[in-house]
T-cell receptor, first 117, second 111 residues
Framework: GAVVSQHPSRVICKSGTSVKIECRSL??????MFWYRQFPKQSLMLMATSNEGSKATYEQGVEKDKFLINHASLTLSTLTVTSAHPEDSSFYIC?????????????FGDGTRLSIL | GDSVTQMEGPVTLSEEAFLTINCTYT??????LFWYVQYPGEGLQLLLK?????DKGSNKGFEATYRKETTSFHLEKGSVQVSDSAVYFC??????????FGTGTSLTVIP
């Protein structure tokens, strides 16, 4: 089945550090990938939709200069949290869709637990 | 707009009990419907899906039937196990390819 790999699984770093998270579709091509943020015991909050070869589409309230997204190839999207602060600590999850039709599910990575000290 | 409404948890059941997690949706046209499961500290895994009315998705003993007349996609399992403890998300994908998730239902199964 479709596999999405997300790396790293956990990051602990100091305030002011920039952190890059990678999301790869291992056995399929994904023209569109998604980045979510999840707070404890809450649902997923869509941050942005990443489109291969073009700019990401950010949801309202998400700072695009804070959360940089690059989708350089059909199998890789990256999220960079720039100058991270403690309030950016969260669980970040990426997903990818195998096709462009509505009956295709999203396939999720295992998430990245980001902790900013 | 389109949306998914999921029963609130948490749900606590004894092992071998019957499970129902309700999910209803609002959508234009004929969306595709999904159930995802999230184990602690992990991402979401696709559990099952149904793409048209009266379809039944099933996997690992879980089932859900796409009911257009009641706009529902309730998740059921006849006999839960401790290993089923997780958070379950109902989701839909609409004709515009937008994805909508429910708020998640936490299930704890006790021995």
């Amino acid at each position: 089945g479709a596999v999405v790999s997300q790396h790293p699984s956990r990051v602990i770093c100091k305030s002011g550090t920039s952190v890059k998270i990678e999301c790869r579709s291992l056995d399929f091509q994904a023209t569109t990938m998604f980045w979510y943020r999840q707070f404890p015991k809450q649902s997923l909050m869509l941050m942005a939709t990443s489109n291969e070869g073009s700019k990401a589409t950010y949801e309202q309230g998400v700072e695009k200069d804070k959360f940089l997204i690059n989708h350089a190839s059909l199998t890789l999207s990256t999220l960079t949290v720039t100058s991270a602060h403690p309030e950016d600590s969260s669980f970040y999850i990426c997903s990818a869709r195998e096709g462009q039709i509505s009956n295709q599910p999203q396939h999720f990575g295992d998430g990245t637990r980001l902790s900013i000290l | 707009g389109d949306s998914v409404t999921q029963m609130e948890g948490p749900v606590t059941l004894s092992e071998e009990a019957f499970l129902t997690i309700n999910c209803t949706y609002t959508a234009t046209g004929y969306p595709s419907l999904f159930w995802y499961v999230q184990y602690p500290g992990e991402g979401l895994q696709l559990l099952l899906k149904a793409t048209k009315a009266d379809d039944k998705g099933s996997n690992k003993g879980f089932e859900a039937t796409y009911r257009k007349e009641t706009t529902s996609f309730h998740l059921e399992k006849g006999s839960v196990q401790v290993s089923d403890s997780a958070v379950y998300f109902c989701a839909l994908s609409d004709i515009g390819n937008q994805f909508y998730f429910g708020t998640g239902t936490s299930l704890t199964v006790i021995p």
